[in-house]
Antibody, heavy 120, light 109 residues
């Protein structure tokens, strides 16, 4: 069956970087876009951007341009989101990060979520 | 900054009907905005319910339906069950970007 399995929880200090993975299985990896969505504690869902696993092309929400990078490794059907910048990660980035797949305007399967905690 | 607005909370009795709406700050929502709807229960990942306005996934209960209503996307729950108590989010397409709605907390009382 189709699965999106994300990496485990992370605890980071402000200013650090973090990379979360989303390993897919049960379908042709290059046929579906993967989106990243985050949810701060007690808040709603926030779309961060997508990656096209076929071409590697990306589209980021304006808020995240310049400090979020989405990549993929087709050999292991995995996509990554890298929240990097030596000065960017703050306690406001404490959230659950989800990956979800989409094809032709149809969102269907989600990952289980990865909790990222930013704390000094 | 584009905003997508939903009712903050709604209460419905078991067996009743409730309609949630999803409005865009840019104007009327049409099928060209490909609205999707998701359900999220506490501590769980979101679950996809409806895609491209009114289409259901194989796992979507028949009591859920999507439509366009008065320039908004709408999600109607008919014959509400206690297990439908959850947060519901819409998602709207704006070209290459996507924007989630603010979310509606549905309470079954």
């Amino acid at each position: 069956q189709v699965q999106l399995v994300q990496s485990g929880a992370e605890v980071k200090k402000p200013g650090a970087s973090v990379k979360v993975s989303c390993k897919t299985s049960g379908y042709t990896f290059t046929d579906y876009y993967i989106h990243w969505v985050r949810q701060a504690p007690g808040q709603g869902l926030e779309w961060m951007g997508w990656i096209n696993p076929n071409s590697g092309g990306t589209n980021y929400a304006q808020k995240f341009q310049g400090w979020v990078t989405m990549t993929r490794d087709t050999s292991i059907s995995t996509v990554y989101i890298d929240l990097s910048s030596l000065t960017r990660l703050t306690s406001d980035d404490t959230a659950v990060y989800y990956c979800a797949r989409e094809k032709s305007e149809v969102w269907d399967v989600w990952g289980q979520g990865t909790t990222v905690t930013v704390s000094s | 900054q584009t905003m997508v607005t939903q009712e903050s909370s709604l209460t419905v009795s078991p067996g009743g009907t409730v309609t949630l709406t999803c409005a865009s700050s840019t104007g009327p929502v049409t099928s060209d905005y490909f609205p999707n709807w998701f359900q999220q229960k506490p501590g769980q990942a979101p679950r996809s319910l409806i895609y491209t306005t009114s289409n259901k996934h194989s796992w979507t209960p028949a009591r859920f339906s999507g439509s366009l209503l008065g320039g908004k996307a709408a999600l109607t729950l008919s014959g509400v069950q206690p297990e439908d108590e959850a947060e519901y989010y819409c998602l709207i397409y704006y070209g290459g970007a996507r924007v989630f709605g603010t979310g509606t907390k549905v309470t079954v009382l």
